[in-house]
């Protein structure tokens, strides 16, 4: 089951699933952050720790809650809901733990017409 955190160690979480891609979107957030995104359903993720303290950032169309830690400023994961309404997470694999970025299958998803 995968895990991570952010980078001071306040939000902790885990995630049960396999990870299958990563995608690499082009809006104007993802791209100034370099995300690198696993989209999950949201009952798949377990926030272990720090849920309690994590700031939210919306933009756009205000659909995505972009959650980050207030201390480190890192952003493990994002909350919203998929275009069929199921609730879902979006999580950065940039912060997950003792995985191989460079094996991830990558798909590039063009944000910007969203």
């Given at each position: 089951m995968p895990s991570g955190s952010c980078h001071c160690g306040a939000v902790r979480f885990s995630v049960d699933g396999e990870i299958d891609q990563g995608i690499e979107c082009n809006c104007s957030h993802c791209s100034r952050k370099g995300f690198l995104l696993w989209f999950v359903p949201r009952a798949a993720l377990e926030v272990i720790s720090g849920a309690d303290t994590?700031?939210?950032?919306?933009?756009?169309?205000?659909?995505?809650?972009?959650?980050?830690?207030?201390?480190?400023?890192?952003?493990?994961?994002?909350?919203?809901?998929?275009?069929?309404?199921?609730?879902?997470?979006?999580?950065?694999?940039?912060?997950?733990?003792?995985?191989?970025?460079?094996a991830i299958n990558r798909v590039q998803v063009n944000g910007r017409e969203f």
């Open positions: 994590m700031s939210t950032y919306t933009f756009n169309r205000h659909v995505i809650q972009h959650r980050f830690c207030p201390t480190c400023g890192c952003q493990p994961f994002g909350l919203g809901q998929m275009p069929d309404g199921a609730e879902m997470a979006a999580i950065n694999l940039r912060c997950v733990e003792g995985i191989d970025l460079d």
